[in-house]
């Protein structure tokens, strides 16, 4: 099972901020980088957040991660009705010795 | 342009063994770690191994451990994994990725399916 607690499901509408909370622990979150992905419907994940707060290029500056403790967030702020997706948060498990993904959060623009 | 390529997957009857590839080009890919994630019907990401760019490191999911082997070819700019003892929670849509500050780039994934 998956060892980082996502809520199930997000949304707002058009042009809200959406916050997703990623919870872990200290051999997970409160040690190492997270890590999101997006996953549109019926394709591959995309890396949207790396090193907990960094966006690769070509990624939306709506886009945005942070992280306190063993605890994790991505915000979408100026939601949009392409933003409609699962969203994951990862990150490497020292106990585990292994990377671990988060529940996921379909988010859902009304 | 980089892309990742998997082939293999298919439909294999329980205890039965299956060999996924994963066939790299537009990048040196001697010098990314690799690693396979998988994702079952309707569910989430579950990350199954990894290998460093020179093979010297590889880790396992314990799901998976003792049962499937990570292994790559730089002469072939490949990736492999051999999955042997396959159970019906094997099935799953298996995509392999670059390992670069995450995962920066997927393959289209290829379908496992393990049933009788």
């Known amino acids: 099972q998956s060892v980082l607690t996502q809520p199930p499901s997000a949304s707002g509408t058009p042009g809200q901020r959406v916050t997703i909370s990623c919870s872990g622990s200290?051999?997970?979150?409160?040690?190492?980088?997270v890590y999101w992905y997006q996953q549109l419907p019926g394709t591959a994940p995309k890396l949207l957040i790396y090193?907990?707060?960094q966006r690769p290029s070509g990624v939306p500056d709506r886009f945005s991660g942070s992280k306190s403790g063993s605890s994790a967030s991505l915000a979408i702020s100026g939601l949009q009705s392409e933003d409609e997706a699962d969203y994951y948060c990862?990150?490497?498990?020292?106990?585990?010795?292994?990377?671990?993904f988060g529940t996921g959060t379909k988010v859902t623009v009304l | 342009e980089v892309q990742l390529v998997e082939s293999g997957g298919g439909l294999v009857k329980p205890g039965g063994s299956l060999r996924l590839s994963c066939a790299a080009s537009?990048?040196?890919?001697?010098?990314?770690?690799m690693s396979w994630v998988r994702q079952a019907p309707g569910k989430g990401l579950e990350w199954v191994s990894s290998?460093?760019?020179?093979?010297?490191?590889?880790y396992y999911a314990d799901s998976v451990k003792g049962r499937f082997t990570i292994s790559r070819d730089s002469a072939k700019n490949s990736l492999y994994l051999h999955m042997n003892g396959l159970r019906a929670e094997d099935t799953a849509v298996y995509y392999c990725?670059?390992?670069?500050?995450?995962?920066?780039?997927w393959g289209q994934g290829t379908l496992v399916t393990v049933s009788s």
């Open positions: 537009g990048f040196t890919f001697s010098s990314y770690d």
């Open positions: 090193g907990t707060n």
């Open positions: 290998i460093s760019s020179s093979g010297s490191y590889i």
């Open positions: 200290s051999s997970n979150i409160g040690s190492n980088y």
């Open positions: 990725a670059r390992d670069y500050s995450g995962y920066d780039f």
């Open positions: 990862a990150a490497w498990d020292d106990s585990l010795n292994g990377l671990v």
